[in-house]
């Protein structure tokens, strides 16, 4: 009983794929960092508008805007995102443009909200590229671009009202947005992109769910920042820093899947929180580091997850059914969070302990389905895919699988079909036939049957 639940833990965390630096394709560079620089410039505050309308306040009224543009595009055709992507980034300089002239007040206010629907527009372009056509390990490098931007946003130099950072950072992501756009129009990309799938059991759903809880803990960060001694941007920010550092240790070095980083997200937002409570400075410093740790991780996992969850489903739709919800986070959660929220003149932080504390708890109370719907699902993108099970029946019975038969041999005890696994692998059927009969004489076998009797149980 003991050993079976050790090897029931031990499965909860076993990886499915191998995630390496050498997966990185330079020739995508533009297309790792459109994401991410598209999510920094919209984040970006440059004013301090006093402006109010129905209650909610300018920062408030950016988030309604950029979660319009997601709900642009998820009725966008396909076939427009990528031109779309192109002109609303040429229409965000020249919004931006109009910023460094206009005089505070009503027209600047306006061209500013103009601004943040376009950019966030941009986003949601920039994060179907982020989904169909990036590996994992490209994504993880674009979320890591992203955090490294808000580490030393937080803990080295507050740049909000520096409009020269921004007009820097926009036309760095109008180079890379046409460097995009011609590498999908001379079909570099083109043959990656696969959205033709109902989507059906791939996960999506339940990974968008996660999204929305993250979503919301990630409100209960805005709200306790509302006083400049609620938490130290200094050690919110190295711990964001750490994250990072955190996260390749785990997903690159270690080989462990995602639920690692995920249990983290919400033990550290919830420890970072509890320690706040306290209210003393070792409290502020130490809780500041232990929740930008956690906050970080969270932003990191869920978007790599959500991507590797919609390009598993190979579902154009789920993708836009993903954009429909952040359009609903940005417009219902964050504006219940911030109507509720007015009515305190300060932070309420055992209000926010008490939110996070519900849902980590209800995340943790339904881990088990969690789990089996999507941390057991395959995350890998056709590279190697050998998993670490393979790894150990190779080295153990000194096969010598090639790298290919290692992949074949991994899906094949998955129940996938050698049709399939052609289509998966970017292979011909013949090739994987091929493979096929090698690998069977190398484990000294003649049928599927005999290759599930034989190492089922290994899995």
């Given at each position: 009983?003991?050993?079976?639940?050790?090897?029931?833990?031990?499965?909860?965390?076993?990886?499915?794929?191998?995630?390496?630096?050498?997966?990185?394709?330079?020739?995508?560079?533009?297309?790792?960092?459109?994401?991410?620089?598209?999510?920094?410039?919209?984040?970006?505050?440059?004013?301090?508008?006093?402006?109010?309308?129905?209650?909610?306040?300018?920062?408030?009224?950016?988030?309604?805007?950029?979660?319009?543009?997601?709900?642009?595009?998820?009725?966008?055709?396909?076939?427009?995102?990528?031109?779309?992507?192109?002109?609303?980034?040429?229409?965000?300089?020249?919004?931006?443009?109009?910023?460094?002239?206009?005089?505070?007040?009503?027209?600047?206010?306006?061209?500013?909200?103009?601004?943040?629907?376009?950019?966030?527009?941009?986003?949601?372009?920039?994060?179907?590229?982020?989904?169909?056509v990036l590996n994992n390990v490209e994504r993880l490098f674009g979320m890591a671009v992203i955090q490294i931007y808000y580490g030393f946003y937080y803990a080295l130099w507050n740049i909000a009202g520096n409009t020269w950072i921004g007009a820097v950072l926009m036309a760095v992501f109008?180079?890379?947005?046409?460097?995009?756009?011609?590498?999908?129009?001379?079909?570099?990309?083109?043959?990656?992109?696969?959205?033709?799938?109902?989507?059906?059991?791939?996960?999506?759903?339940?990974?968008?769910?996660?999204?929305?809880?993250?979503?919301?803990?990630?409100?209960?960060?805005?709200?306790?920042?509302?006083?400049?001694?609620?938490?130290?941007?200094?050690?919110?920010?190295?711990?964001?820093?750490?994250?990072?550092?955190?996260?390749f240790i785990i997903q690159l070095l270690k080989g462990k899947n995602a639920l690692h980083i995920w249990l983290m997200f919400l033990t550290f937002s919830l420890l970072g929180l509890g320690v706040l409570l306290l209210d003393t400075p070792a409290a502020i410093s130490f809780g500041s580091?232990?929740?930008?740790?956690?906050?970080?991780?969270?932003?990191?996992?869920?978007?790599?997850?959500?991507?590797?969850?919609?390009?598993?489903?190979?579902?154009?739709?789920?993708?836009?059914?993903?954009?429909?919800?952040?359009?609903?986070?940005?417009?219902?959660?964050?504006?219940?969070?911030?109507?509720?929220?007015?009515?305190?003149?300060?932070?309420?932080?055992f209000l926010a302990f008490a939110v996070v504390l519900v849902l980590v708890s209800f995340c943790l109370l339904f881990m088990p389905l969690i789990q089996k719907r999507l941390f057991d699902a395959d995350w890998t993108d056709g590279l190697y895919l050998k998993d670490v099970e393979t790894?150990?029946?190779?080295?153990?019975?000194?096969?010598?699988?090639?790298?290919?038969?290692?992949?074949?041999?991994?899906?094949?005890?998955?129940?996938?079909?050698?049709?399939?696994?052609?289509?998966?692998?970017?292979?011909?059927?013949?090739?994987?036939?091929?493979?096929?009969?090698?690998?069977?004489?190398?484990?000294?076998?003649?049928?599927?049957?005999?290759?599930?009797?034989?190492?089922?149980?290994?899995?």
């Amino acid at each position: 009983m003991h050993n079976k639940i050790a090897l029931t833990v031990k499965n909860l965390f076993q990886t499915r794929d191998e995630l390496s630096f050498r997966n990185i394709r330079s020739a995508l560079f533009p297309a790792i960092l459109v994401f991410p620089v598209s999510v920094i410039l919209g984040n970006l505050r440059y004013y301090g508008h006093s402006i109010a309308l129905g209650g909610f306040a300018t920062n408030e009224l950016m988030f309604f805007m950029l979660g319009l543009g997601w709900l642009i595009l998820s009725i966008t055709p396909k076939r427009l995102i990528i031109p779309l992507l192109e002109i609303f980034a040429i229409l965000s300089a020249v919004l931006f443009s109009f910023l460094f002239f206009l005089p505070m007040g009503t027209w600047q206010f306006i061209v500013y909200m103009a601004f943040k629907f376009c950019i966030g527009l941009c986003a949601a372009c920039a994060f179907y590229i982020f989904c169909f056509v990036l590996n994992n390990v490209e994504r993880l490098f674009g979320m890591a671009v992203i955090q490294i931007y808000y580490g030393f946003y937080y803990a080295l130099w507050n740049i909000a009202g520096n409009t020269w950072i921004g007009a820097v950072l926009m036309a760095v992501f109008l180079g890379i947005v046409f460097l995009c756009g011609a590498g999908f129009k001379s079909n570099v990309n083109k043959n990656e992109i696969f959205t033709d799938s109902d989507g059906k059991g791939s996960g999506v759903h339940f990974v968008i769910g996660l999204g929305v809880v993250h979503y919301m803990i990630m409100c209960m960060s805005n709200y306790i920042e509302w006083s400049q001694n609620s938490v130290s941007s200094f050690a919110f920010g190295f711990g964001t820093v750490v994250s990072i550092v955190l996260v390749f240790i785990i997903q690159l070095l270690k080989g462990k899947n995602a639920l690692h980083i995920w249990l983290m997200f919400l033990t550290f937002s919830l420890l970072g929180l509890g320690v706040l409570l306290l209210d003393t400075p070792a409290a502020i410093s130490f809780g500041s580091f232990i929740y930008g740790l956690g906050d970080s991780l969270g932003y990191i996992i869920i978007c790599y997850m959500c991507a590797g969850a919609i390009k598993k489903s190979k579902s154009l739709g789920m993708f836009r059914i993903y954009c429909f919800v952040f359009f609903i986070q940005c417009f219902v959660i964050s504006g219940l969070f911030s109507f509720y929220f007015n009515y305190f003149d300060e932070p309420n932080k055992f209000l926010a302990f008490a939110v996070v504390l519900v849902l980590v708890s209800f995340c943790l109370l339904f881990m088990p389905l969690i789990q089996k719907r999507l941390f057991d699902a395959d995350w890998t993108d056709g590279l190697y895919l050998k998993d670490v099970e393979t790894q150990k029946i190779n080295k153990k019975e000194k096969l010598n699988l090639t790298p290919r038969e290692q992949d074949i041999f991994t899906l094949l005890l998955k129940g996938m079909p050698p049709k399939e696994i052609a289509y998966s692998l970017k292979i011909s059927y013949e090739t994987v036939h091929h493979h096929q009969k090698n690998l069977y004489r190398k484990l000294g076998i003649q049928s599927i049957q005999e290759l599930f009797a034989k190492y089922a149980g290994a899995k």
